[in-house]
């Protein structure tokens, strides 16, 4: 509810602060539990940092964050560890979020350790099955991760958020490192163990068909701020804000019949340090209209189930 997230600049020889990037600017959305929920835009549109923040990785700077009804916001020490038992994250880049000096087995057993004593020859088992389901072999537990390949070692990512059993997954681009032939196995492994696990899932991606492919609704994120939310069907089929029209015009449609004009945007995304007054979309708005500069849209219900920020409507 309202999240704000943040980040001081500082410049010159004390490094005194200069000023503020809103990565995210007063975001409110819920995720239904079961539920796969979208979030996409550009890089630097502040859906990592939403990410971390709603995990509690980061303190956020305004607003609230509520799992299964407890506010989450302010915990610290071990109430905030003890709450982090039902989140995981699955990192974009397999290769910096595994320990290269740490064997598979042990990877994957720290989390479960921090959290209980257990005996050992269970523990290994118990281990040795998590690796089987996500698709590797027993004997990957003796192994270090530099001995797999990329799609195989998001896969000993996907078992260590696995561990605990958590109940909410942020996946942060789970495979934008992956080479595409990997990408929909590993995505197809996460949809089976959503189901499995009873998961969900919060899933975020700069890549509009693998998110078309995982969510069940989808929020567009620009410039820090959430500016349409809708269901996947909704989203795809009647795009409303002209920010998610320009990017779902840029999807490749093999289709020549269903072909629609892409929408190109000028300029460049503004800086998050000095976003524009109004609507922060109305520098690069194809339709933007006078009080756009002058008024920031609220992100409002105008159909249902279908939420938009635009004056449009
Ligand atoms: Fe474009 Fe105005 Fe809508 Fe912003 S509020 S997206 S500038 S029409
Ligand atoms: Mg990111």
């Known amino acids: 509810r309202n999240l704000k997230k943040y980040y001081p600049v500082t410049g010159g020889f004390f490094k005194r602060t200069i000023g503020n990037v809103k990565a995210v600017d007063d975001v409110s959305f819920v995720i239904r539990k079961g539920e796969t929920l979208g979030l996409v835009g550009e890089s630097g549109c502040g859906k990592s940092t939403a990410g971390r923040t709603i995990l ?31 989140f995981q994250m699955v990192f974009q880049d397999p290769y910096a979020s595994l320990n290269p ?6 990877i994957i057993a720290e989390p479960i350790l921090n959290y209980e004593k ?45 561990a605990l059993h958590p109940k909410l997954i942020v996946a942060d ?16 492994l996460l949809k089976e163990l959503q189901i499995e696990f ?15 492919h995982m969510s ?7 410039l820090g701020n ?21 990017l779902i015009s840029a999807i490749p449609e093999p289709n020549p019949a269903k072909r629609k004009e892409r929408i190109v945007l000028r300029g460049d995304v503004p800086s998050p340090q000095n976003p524009p007054t109004g609507c922060p979309f109305h520098t690069r708005c194809p339709v933007a209209m006078e009080i756009c500069s002058q ?5 409002a219900e105008v159909r249902p189930g279908h939420q938009v920020a635009c004056h449009l409507y």
Request: aromatic letters at 6%.
């Open 56 to 86: 509690r990785l980061m303190k956020p700077t305004g607003g609230e964050i509520l799992f299964e009804g407890k506010d989450i916001t302010r915990l610290a020490g071990s109430k905030l560890q003890k709450a982090r038992r039902d």
């Open 101 to 106: 000096t740490q064997m598979v087995g042990d």
């Open 118 to 162: 257990r005996n050992k020859k269970e523990l290994e088992q118990e281990i040795k099955t998590l690796l089987k389901r996500v698709g590797l072999p027993e004997e990957a537990y003796y192994k270090y991760a530099h001995e797999f390949s990329g799609g195989q070692r998001q896969r000993i990512g996907i078992a260590r958020a696995l």
């Open 173 to 188: 681009e789970p495979v934008s490192a992956l080479d595409v032939s990997v990408q929909s196995q590993v995505l197809n």
């Open 198 to 212: 009873d998961l969900t899932y919060l899933f975020i991606a700069h890549d509009l068909s693998v998110v078309k």
């Open 216 to 222: 069940d609704r989808i929020g567009v994120m620009y």
């Open 226 to 246: 959430l500016v349409e939310l809708a269901s996947n069907k909704d989203l795809y089929k009647e795009p409303l804000h002209p920010y998610t029209q320009a």
């Open 295 to 299: 008024e920031k849209p609220a992100l």
